[in-house]
């Protein structure tokens, strides 16, 4: 099954496409994931992706459509996938159905996940990660066992460049001009599934599991 999961930042769309990957058994594949760690590794593309997350804007959509179509012609992901972080605009959902109309696939599935921005704003500024092995923690939700040290590997916690108050803001003005849209796009194609991610996590996954199921 190939599906997409969608939602502004700090929605919880991450977390929640690690869980369908593990039950459903197909590759959760994550463009920020990927931009991220080209940038760790000071990659010519990660320089130039890290100046446009840095102010809380799209990296371009040329970078992008190429990163996802390498990935998706991984073995792994001939029998299905989750996009996480992609598409993000009309450009990127237009090269995507070509991409696959071209190796006779569709997406099957478009989960939305519909969070208010105070809620976004709040989660997000008070998010810290390990810059080393990647956990995430937060400071009301999830803290870490010792203040600012990763339970994991020890490292000193961080947060994100992007995860500052004023970086949210605009990110949040950026995805509703670029990707709200994306949802009118794939309702009326009958494809999408509307999801609300103010509930806890474990109910949250629940209602999407019951959503893909009826699909399959």
């Keep these: 099954m190939n ?33 991220r760690e080209a940038i760790a590794k000071g990659t010519p ?25 390498d990935r998706l ?7 299905g996938f989750l996009l996480d972080g992609f598409p993000r605009s009309a450009v990127q959902a237009e090269a995507l159905g070509k991409m696959l109309k071209s190796q006779g696939k569709d997406i099957d599935l478009v989960l939305n996940i519909a969070v208010p ?27 870490s066992q010792t203040e600012d040290v990763c339970d994991t590997c020890g490292t000193g916690l961080i ?4 995860d500052n108050e004023a970086t949210i803001s605009h990110r949040l003005e950026v995805y509703r001009t670029n990707s709200e849209p994306l949802i ?18 474990d109910e949250v996954f629940e209602t999407i ?3 893909i199921e009826a699909r399959t």
Aim: charged share 30%; glycine share 10%.
């Design 45 to 69: 593309l990660g320089l130039e992706a890290k100046s446009f997350m840095d102010k809380g804007e799209l990296v371009p959509d040329d970078v992008v459509i190429k990163i996802v179509r």
């Design 117 to 143: 921005d105070d809620e976004i704003i709040r989660r997000l500024s008070r998010r810290r990660v390990c810059p080393k092995c990647n956990a995430v923690y937060h400071l009301d939700h999830r803290p």
């Design 184 to 201: 009118g796009y794939y309702r009326d194609m009958g494809i999408l599934a509307e999801v609300s991610g103010t509930r806890p996590m």
């Design 73 to 79: 012609n991984e073995p792994d992901a001939q029998q």
């Design 209 to 211: 599991v019951v959503l």
């Design 159 to 162: 947060q994100r460049d992007d």
């Design 3 to 35: 599906m997409i999961i969608m939602g502004p930042p700090g929605s919880g769309k991450g977390t929640q496409a690690a869980r369908i990957s593990a039950k459903f058994g197909i590759p959760a594949v994550s463009t920020g994931d990927m931009l």
